[in-house]
C-alpha cells in the first residue's frame, strides 16, 4: 500500500514549478500504478497551448474556472468544478485560467517526475525521477 498526504509531496521535490502552473505529483511510475496520478495549479490569466504527443491525460477541475480550447476543431468548452475533459487522441489544445484552477490529472503514460513542457507544449517520453 502507498500512502502520501499532498501538503507534504507539496514540500518535496514531486513539486515541480513552471511557467503558469505548479503540479504535485503524487502517483509516478515508479509506482508501478500504469499512470500517474497529479494535483495542478494553473495560475490566474495563465495561456497554456499543449499538445501532449507522448501521453495522454484527464484532467478534471477541482476548483476555479477556465476554458479549454480544442484546436483541431475551434470548439472551446468551459472548465468549472466538477467538469473534466480528456485529452483522448493527442489533442492540441489551449488551457486558459480566468481564475486560479486546481485540477487533478492522470497520465497515461505514467510521468516520471521531473517533467516540464517542451517547447511543442509536449512532456518528453522519459525524464528524470523524484526520490522519495
Excluded at 511510475?29 to 494535483?39: L, Q, R, T
Aim: hydrophobic share 35%; with cysteine; aromatic share 6%.
Amino acid at each position: 500500500m502507498i500512502v502520501r498526504d499532498l501538503a507534504k509531496a507539496e514540500q518535496s521535490e514531486r513539486k515541480i514549478v513552471s511557467e503558469g502552473w505548479d503540479s504535485t505529483r503524487l502517483i509516478l511510475k515508479d509506482d508501478n500504478m500504469g499512470f500517474s496520478f497529479h494535483i495542478t495549479t494553473i495560475f490566474k490569466d495563465a495561456e497554456l497551448h499543449l499538445h501532449y504527443q507522448n501521453h495522454l491525460e484527464s484532467v478534471y477541475c477541482v476548483s476555479g474556472t477556465g476554458s479549454v480550447e480544442d484546436l483541431a476543431t475551434g470548439e472551446v468548452h468551459q472548465i468549472k468544478p466538477g467538469v473534466i475533459y480528456i485529452l483522448d487522441k493527442h489533442d492540441k489544445h489551449i488551457l486558459r485560467a480566468t481564475t486560479e484552477m486546481k485540477m487533478a490529472c492522470v497520465f497515461n503514460p505514467p510521468l516520471n517526475g521531473k517533467e516540464v513542457h517542451d517547447e511543442t507544449g509536449a512532456y518528453p517520453l522519459e525524464a528524470e525521477t523524484v526520490s522519495d
